[in-house]
């Protein structure tokens, strides 16, 4: 099955600045690599995401970014804002099992 | 209109009690899924339906059993509860059996005293 690890497991930034979140997968067959986010007493809602044939995808202040050789991706957020405080999943699909495998959480905080 | 929708929200139980949670999806998807998020946030898949019938079924004590008496409906029911059962549970659905585009409902938190 995929293994996929997730850093860091917090984040702490003012509010304005960046905010990078790595996920590495093992499994080379994966095509696609999805983010989620979770708020606070919520269900995980995807917020972008990207397939095997694309390098970079962006929507508005978000970004991911795919680097197959190396097995990892990474969710770029620029401008952070208090509302971006949640806790953030990668999910990088299991080609075996057809299924999401979802990474341990980034747990991130944005200070006013 | 909630897309995915589980209930109850909180369940307080007893050690040695039978549970069902129920969840609704009205997004015309076919496949739905259940998800366990522990104490630590881990979110691990337990089963998965393709219209109606079992795709994925992770290493999941028999005590648990789904069950999906139509494409938008999937319950859980769980038996002779333990104090480890005790997790954020959490209903989703996708169009098809390639598991993109999760729509999760928002969680039932099971405490089991």
């Known amino acids: 099955g995929e293994n996929v690890e997730q850093h860091p497991s917090t984040l702490s930034v003012q509010e304005g600045d960046s905010a990078v979140i790595k996920c590495t997968y093992s499994?080379?067959?994966?095509?696609?690599f999805p983010w989620y986010k979770q708020e606070l007493g919520k269900g995980p809602q995807l917020i972008i995401d990207?397939?095997?044939?694309?390098g970079e995808k962006k929507d508005q202040r978000i970004a991911v970014t795919l680097n197959k050789t190396a097995k990892h991706f990474s969710l770029h957020i620029t401008e952070t804002q208090p509302e971006d405080s949640a806790v953030y999943f990668c999910a990088p699909r299991d080609t075996g099992r057809r299924a999401l495998t979802f990474g341990s959480g980034t747990r991130l905080q944005v200070q006013p | 209109d909630t897309a995915v929708s589980q209930t109850p929200k909180y369940l307080v139980t007893q050690m040695g009690n039978d549970k069902s949670i129920k969840c609704e999806q009205n997004?015309?998807?076919?496949?739905m899924y259940w998800y366990k998020q522990d104490s630590k946030k881990f979110l691990k898949i337990m089963f998965s339906y393709n219209n109606k019938e079992l795709i994925i079924n992770e290493t999941v004590p028999n005590r648990f059993s789904p069950k999906s008496p139509d494409k938008a409906h999937l319950n859980l029911h769980i038996n002779s509860l333990e104090l480890g059962d005790s997790a954020v549970y959490f209903c989703a659905s996708s169009q098809g059996v390639t598991n993109e585009k999760l729509f999760f409902g928002s969680g039932t938190q099971l405490s089991v005293l």
């Open positions: 499994d080379s067959a994966s095509n696609y």
């Open positions: 990207i397939r095997s044939n694309v």
């Open positions: 997004l015309g998807h076919d496949t």
